[in-house]
């Protein structure tokens, strides 16, 4: 039962991150919505991160690879979307 309380304890917090979510997306337009809705994705791929994919008690060769992982999938998302920006709409 211990070690299923933090779980339970990050799925409670996943879900009321999922309300901000919802509810930000009702009440925030424009940028600062956009700003708020990927402050939120953030720290929910953080929480999935660290709790389910059990980050929090891997070795740090695993966690470095993790976190490569996760800055070359940035890198790719931000060359995509500079390519998209840029492209003209004609």
Same mark, same amino acid.
Request: hydrophobic fraction near 65%; aromatic fraction near 12%; avoid cysteine.
């Given at each position: ?19 901000? +979510? ?59 979307? +500079?390519?998209?920006? +840029?492209?003209?709409?004609?």
């Amino acid at each position: 039962m211990a070690e299923l309380r933090p779980l339970i304890l990050v799925w409670s917090g996943l879900l009321v991150l999922l309300a901000l +979510t919802v509810a930000g997306s009702f009440v925030l337009i424009g940028p600062l919505g956009f700003m708020f809705s990927i402050a939120v994705a953030l720290a929910k791929a953080g929480l999935i991160f660290w709790f389910y994919m059990h980050q929090n008690k891997a070795g740090g060769i695993v966690r470095l690879a993790a976190v490569d992982a996760a800055v070359w999938l940035l890198i790719l998302i931000l060359l995509v979307s +500079t390519d998209y920006v +840029t492209r003209s709409m004609f």
